[in-house]
């Protein structure tokens, strides 16, 4: 079976090289291979060859920096950029090859079975299945205090590589494939010391939420495995979502199960783990019901009990904070949650208060640099674009740009793209709040914009969108259902939404399928009604069935490197 060499453009203009094993006729389901760190697509070769799927394609890609993708040996701007990369890969051979994204498989080796699960967990494709061989949730580093000691080399030198202690004969117990690999000379042994950090980061993100896969899932596991530790695969196994999963142990095995001497055995278990999984009905596994019975109501229902007196402490901490700082007093005064807060964030810029100022403004920028709020900036960077990329897109195709914020705030992140694409737009900015409806008004006319209406209104009350004329070809809806814990409300938003667009219209939305700071938030911090600020997570697989249940197809989607917010584009679909 000779593969045909193949280049895709990825989200940040890259072209990255794969291979593609095609059958005969037109395939209707698809095999997308993730390689091992170190490694290349031209390894998969023989397992290709071995699986025997009648009527499947299959594609290997070569991740940047690996095989024969351009880039720096291993590296890439972050762990998160090579999960983007396969997100845009799927998209490609799905779009290209005309497979349903729920007749794809995905199998994911070593490192690149955490990018898959990554993928799976933070994009939320509604795949087939998923399989996992002897996926690297934690490095056997060998070394007391690596993690930290390479934190700080990261910080003294973010360039500074290491090189990988792996010699052949840990992979496998065939010498002719350990000769081969050690002959490779696409293999290299460096890696970034910053994506080896980031590879554990993103693990630990995975193993803390990995009920949000719900994607039936086949995990290998090698009990002489002398690179990665047993007991996080066990542990990612144990808090998996999957209705359907399987963990095989393969005794006697070392890491590199696909070039063991009984690979056999692995073939054999995918295989028959993949015709299982084609023999059943793919569904959703009740997204919609979340909000009534799962894993993050059962997080949203612990957060509601009583907080200890540690967290009382640390509210009293908080709110002689705010006599100093000026965006702690703000967060009490209007709400963590509220779009005078946001505005505060997005301008980033530390303010004292009060007779101590420098101490104030110290405070503030360690206050302003929280994870949270570094989060929300990208966030916002990333509808800025979202947005753009929408308006070009209506611009080249004629279409009229009409912009509909269904809960604006003061609406700067839409104000200012409007003003810098000078591409003619209208817009209506909704929000329930005054503050916020007189904070846009006063920006918009700072800068000079006549196309836009500032009016109230409820987000919720889908009757409303019904009467809006002329019809919207763009929505947003950003930071609003992450502060809504049921479905009914959101649902009833999202369809008033699409009541109201334009077939083949575009809905900017957003998300929070994970916060490394949500206890912390709901115990300490209010919203803008004053209340606690409890928040209900929403993996991404559900935020997604919302929109697509409402008449929406999900185009793309951006989330930020430490996986807390995502930005998505979806198209109004026919009725």
């Not at 559900?542 to 409402?550: K, Q, T």
Request: charged residues 25%.
């Amino acid at each position: 079976m000779r593969p045909r060499e193949l280049r895709f453009k990825s989200w940040d203009g890259i072209e990255l090289f794969y291979r593609a094993w095609l059958p005969d006729e037109p395939p209707k389901r698809a095999i997308l291979l993730f390689h091992r760190g170190h490694e290349h697509s031209g390894r998969w070769q023989e397992t290709v060859e071995a699986l025997r799927l009648d009527g499947f394609a299959v594609f290997a890609w070569d991740q940047r920096g690996h095989g024969r993708s351009p880039g720096e040996r291993g590296s890439a701007p972050n762990f998160a950029a090579i999960v983007k990369d396969a997100d845009v890969f799927a998209r490609h051979i799905c779009e290209c090859h005309g497979v349903a994204t729920q007749d794809v498989v995905a199998i994911g080796y070593s490192v690149g079975a955490v990018v898959a699960a990554a993928w799976v967990h933070d994009f939320a494709p509604r795949l087939r299945a998923l399989v996992l061989a002897t996926p690297a949730f934690r490095v056997k580093l060998y070394v007391p205090l690596a993690v930290p000691a390479l934190r700080v080399i990261n910080k003294l030198r973010p360039s500074a590589t290491v090189t990988s202690y792996v010699k052949p004969r840990m992979l496998t117990h065939d010498a002719a494939e350990a000769r081969a690999y050690q002959d490779d000379t696409l293999i290299f042994r460096q890696i970034p010391v910053k994506i080896l950090l980031d590879l554990h980061d993103t693990s630990t993100r995975l193993l803390s939420d990995a009920a949000a896969i719900t994607v039936p899932t086949l995990i290998l596991a090698a009990s002489s495995d002398w690179v990665v530790k047993l007991s996080a695969q066990r542990e990612f196994f144990r808090k998996l979502g999957s209705p359907i999963k399987q963990f095989e142990m393969l005794d006697g095995f070392h890491h590199a199960v696909f070039h063991e001497r009984d690979r056999a055995v692995v073939i054999g278990k995918i295989r028959g783990f993949i015709i299982d999984s084609f023999s059943r009905p793919w569904h959703h596994n009740g997204l919609l019901e979340s909000d009534k019975g799962s894993f993050t109501r059962t997080e949203y229902d612990l957060l509601r009990a009583p907080a200890g007196s540690r967290w009382a402490i640390i509210r009293r901490g908080l709110k002689i904070g705010g006599r100093f700082s000026q965006g702690i007093h703000l967060g009490w005064q209007s709400g963590f949650d509220s779009g005078l807060t946001l505005d505060y964030v997005y301008e980033n810029q530390p303010h004292g208060r009060g007779g101590f100022a420098p101490l104030g403004q110290a405070i503030d920028y360690f206050y302003l640099n929280s994870i949270g709020w570094r989060g929300i900036r990208v966030r916002r960077d990333n509808l800025q674009r979202a947005l753009r990329d929408c308006i070009a897109e209506n611009h080249r195709a004629g279409r009229p740009v009409r912009i509909l914020d269904i809960a604006s705030g003061p609406g700067r992140y839409v104000l200012e793209t409007i003003k810098a694409t000078e591409v003619p737009s209208s817009a209506v900015l909704r929000d329930y709040q005054p503050a916020n409806l007189d904070a846009a008004r006063r920006l918009c006319e700072s800068l000079g914009l006549r196309e836009v209406t500032i009016e109230p209104g409820d987000a919720f009350d889908r009757a409303s969108y019904a009467s809006m004329s002329p019809r919207p070809t763009i929505a947003i809806a950003s930071g609003l259902y992450e502060l809504i814990p049921d479905n009914d409300r959101v649902l009833r938003s999202l369809r008033g939404i699409a009541d109201a667009m334009e077939e083949g219209g575009r809905l900017i939305y957003t998300n929070q399928p994970w916060h490394p700071q949500v206890e912390f938030i709901a115990r300490v911090l209010t919203n803008r009604e004053g209340h606690p600020w409890i928040m209900r997570r929403r993996s991404q697989a559900e935020m997604d069935e919302l929109v697509r249940v409402a008449g929406f197809e999900k185009v793309s989607q951006d989330i930020d490197r430490w996986g807390i917010f995502t930005v998505s584009v979806a198209r109004r679909v026919p009725s």
